[in-house]
């Protein structure tokens, strides 16, 4: 598909309501925006493997608050920052999730003078870190709205407790690459599934935000999962209504057969049990420690009682024609690899080792397409000028 | 007023002794050079704020070493370096006093290859930082003269033992702002005070940047504290001769009820007092741990002692009107919100928390002024120029 | 020189080779890419001299992974990156030398989606530092065949265990400089010696690149150092190779005094015995920390009997009319400065500092340089145009 096409994809596409505005869940936006970010992000990379500049800021600040560690996302957002022309600057806030109120109030004006976008992954605790950063956003409008800010920098969220949109996202856009358009997805099944780790506590958005998503293009989506490992009730409750809008479905299963059966698509991936992540931060806000000490024990037990939700070739063989397509969102826990036993086995690993990456891959683009859209009032006719004024990214 | 007529404000003022000079103390400026500042800070916020880029590097380093912790001055510095074009890169020497001489003239050297500007801090150790900041400046200028360096980088002080000049010159464009022009000032009564908090060790460098500048434009500056909090004396020295060539007048006083009497611009803040910085500098480079923490002790209990300096209702209500300006260059000990008792009941801080992120706002381009005018020979023509040429800072 | 003389240098080289390739050993480059690093090197710092711009990147990464602590090379990267139009975005994976194989594979896809340029230090585990770069490098090739990377980025050593390039092309650019052209070092007596230091463990990639390096220029190459402290094999032997093909010679000698003797240019710097290194890489591999500990103790004592290793000026006395050009990476260990005995006088030291610091201010030039090879096709044409163009980088 030429760029020229591929631009008309964002014909007649309402994206008007991005502009200015945070991006932090994908069911906050409409079809047609969403619709947009994938356009966008696909057109954003069209420009660099072409060689042009897609620079729409001359100088500017991207601020990254990273609440938890990270390698792939913290590189993703500083390549969608430089992409456009932003340098990125660290707030270094530290991991506490005592920061509130006041400070927070403080620090979103104080760190924003200058400031285009702020991106900020706070995943670790249950009910504080969506919270955060619509804190964060508030403080910030009024900030603007005061004469503090010149003009009020946009949130990126690079994943919350409930949502964890830029990911969601690129792997929508690798469904698109794989199967051949956003079309195509209609009637896959598409299985999110827990899997065993032996490490705990991992974050919930991830499937959350694949439920939220994938649930609005017409698949047949199953989260399945042991007995006890619920995801929040809310973000269920979001993915049924998307599936009965979208003409899909969505079902919860407790059995990793079901949900494997004839499917397209398999997402095996571990995460913590809602309520017990709820614990985790009544410990930590109240301090105790011996509490979080036992509960991780407690927590790597119930995992270690699920050792079978494996990623097995004999689980595969299960999936459509044994070759659904299999997705992480990476680093996996690969059996005999990184791990005794894991996520996945290796040698399903490894067979899929070049999708993920490229799964990967879109990351920094969606993260892209999600600035771009809110910088820019009209986005298509922005693209068809990087694309026509040509300056060379790079030249060699 | 618009720009043209606010440019006009730089007509016939002699800055040139700030191109190619640092900029350490702001009474070492001549009263021509600080009003550059105040008009450049000034332009390169219209520039920014009618969306023209302000750019006057390619390419090019801005160096940051901080031996404090950092967060509003490192994002203004950032800020700054990122407008005019430059790219920070952080020099993390740690916060050892130990580093002298020949490992500060080596890597003076070793780190300014490329570097355009170095913003230091090193406001902890007294009779140190200062100093550190004039070694390193005769380090540069050695390399330069003996060939090592193609050009000497410039230094900003981001805040020494002595001056905090981005602080101060920030908190002056804040009462032209507020007062409608640095004319207005003249006659104003300006209460620098002590404050109690329940942390120790605060820099004297703020007081000290404050009555060293505030002096110069006609008003009538109070220091005031408790016994035993003195200051530098040859700050008082400096404030009290600028006082008497300005036509204001300069006096300390042990009263915060005399000073805030009628007051029209308040600053109450907590500091340490001068010789027991001095006894902890000694410490400090004896290595003598235990008589750090007996020090720390007795200035907590002497602090403890004036917890009734404090910037209470009644105390704002003996002030001009009950109105004056309350200052404060954050973070504040706020009564009843991040301490028990602090510098500053809630009710006054909420009262003015825009007026002092506003305040905060000016950080960035008074340090960018300051590099503006090391930078470019002819800044009228320069800051006419970069509005003529009008390159959009961001593609909208 | 002017500059289009200064370019006629690059006539007639067959640079082609460095086009899209790694810089890890010098050895590795044939004589013409050679000559190119160092001319096209003192062709950028020309550029920058008069100001103008060496930008050929709009935007994009420069990554750097520093295994090791750095503070000169790092800025050096960082200079030579932002000099050309890259952002350095840094990778911090711990020191561990654990990180191998499939997490090395995944790293170096996942940081790379947006780089052009990925630095790595990696120079403390004997027989991992080159590896763990190759490695990634294959990683890379394979990624970007399986269409994960739109391109592929490259590669420049910033140190490794066997070859520390960016430095011995510094040196070279040194003495080119100082002896007016690299035919000038024809004949040239150059004595690469081990020194006394108080500390221990320090890299054999110096003192290897160096041997590696200049033998092939014609001089007479002489590395000197106690029984004991041998360096690897291999690159005594690329040494000895070279030495003959350049009409050089090399010779291994245990006498400091034999190595100094009529020498124009001295070399001398501690290093460790390879043999230990490698039984501490063991160790490390082992996670024996009570083997390095010894280890280490060993080291020190042996160290101690070689004091007499030493930079003198009765030393420096027996060189070419006792006006041996002095050279050292830096830091050194200074008797009587930074320690009680160590590498060098400090009479011979501060003799010359002002050419030790111009040796340094190559560095960044020549990670530039070896970086606008890999990534311009026609050097010398995209020189002329970017002296040409006339840019301004810094608008004064």
Redesign the interface.
């Known amino acids: 598909m030429d760029f020229q096409e591929q631009l008309h994809t964002l014909d007649g596409l309402d994206s008007a309501g991005l502009y200015q505005d945070d991006f932090l869940l994908t069911w906050d936006k409409s079809a047609d925006e969403m619709r947009a970010v994938l356009a966008v992000a696909d057109a954003l990379?069209a420009l660099?493997?072409n060689n042009k500049?897609?620079?729409?800021?001359?100088?500017?600040?991207g601020i990254s608050i990273f609440r938890d560690n990270s390698?792939?996302t913290r590189?993703?957002y500083?390549?969608a920052c430089?992409?456009?022309?932003l340098?990125?600057?660290d707030?270094d806030e530290g991991k506490s999730q005592q920061a509130h109120g006041?400070?927070v109030k403080?620090?979103a004006?104080?760190?924003s003078?200058?400031a285009?976008v702020i991106g900020i992954r706070d995943d670790m605790y249950i009910g504080k870190g969506h919270t955060y950063m619509t804190d964060f956003a508030d403080y910030l409008k009024e900030?603007h709205e005061?004469?503090?800010?010149?003009q009020r920098p946009t949130l990126v969220s690079l994943q919350c407790d409930i949502d964890h949109p830029s990911q969601s996202t690129a792997d929508l856009l690798h469904l698109i690459h794989t199967f051949g358009g956003l079309e195509n997805l209609r009637g896959k099944k598409l299985a999110m599934t827990w899997a065993y780790s032996p490490s705990y506590g991992k974050p919930l958005s991830v499937p959350q935000g694949m439920i939220g998503l994938m649930t609005r293009y017409g698949m047949d989506v199953t989260l399945a999962h042991p007995q006890g490992y619920d995801v929040m009730a809310g973000t269920r409750e979001i993915a049924a209504r998307n599936a009965t809008a979208s003409g899909g479905s969505f079902a919860v299963t407790h059995s990793m057969d079901e949900a494997f059966e004839g499917a397209d698509i398999v997402c095996p991936k571990s995460w913590a049990p809602f309520q017990a992540m709820q614990e985790r931060t009544d410990f930590y806000g109240n301090g105790d420690f011996d509490g979080i000490k036992a509960l991780e024990q407690r927590l790597l037990l119930q995992n270690a009682e699920h050792k079978d939700w494996a990623t097995t070739e004999a689980m595969m063989a299960k999936t459509k024609d044994g070759k659904a397509l299999y997705m992480h969102p990476?680093?996996a826990d690969?059996t005999g690899?990184?791990c005794d036993e894991g996520e996945v086995d290796r040698s399903v690993f490894d067979r899929y080792r070049?999708p993920l990456?490229?799964q990967?891959?879109n990351?920094?683009y969606a993260i892209a397409a999600m600035i771009f859209l809110q910088?820019?009032?009209d986005p298509a006719a922005?693209l068809h000028e990087l694309w026509d004024r040509d300056?060379?990214?790079?030249?060699?």
């Open positions: 990379r660099r493997e500049s897609a620079r729409i800021f001359d100088s500017g600040l390698t792939r590189f993703s500083a390549s430089n992409l456009l022309g340098e990125v600057q707030f006041e400070t403080e620090t004006n104080m760190i003078f200058m285009d900030g005061a004469g503090v800010l010149e990476l680093p690969i690899l990184s070049v990456y490229q990967a891959s990351k920094p910088k820019i009032k922005k300056v060379p990214r790079w030249q060699r």
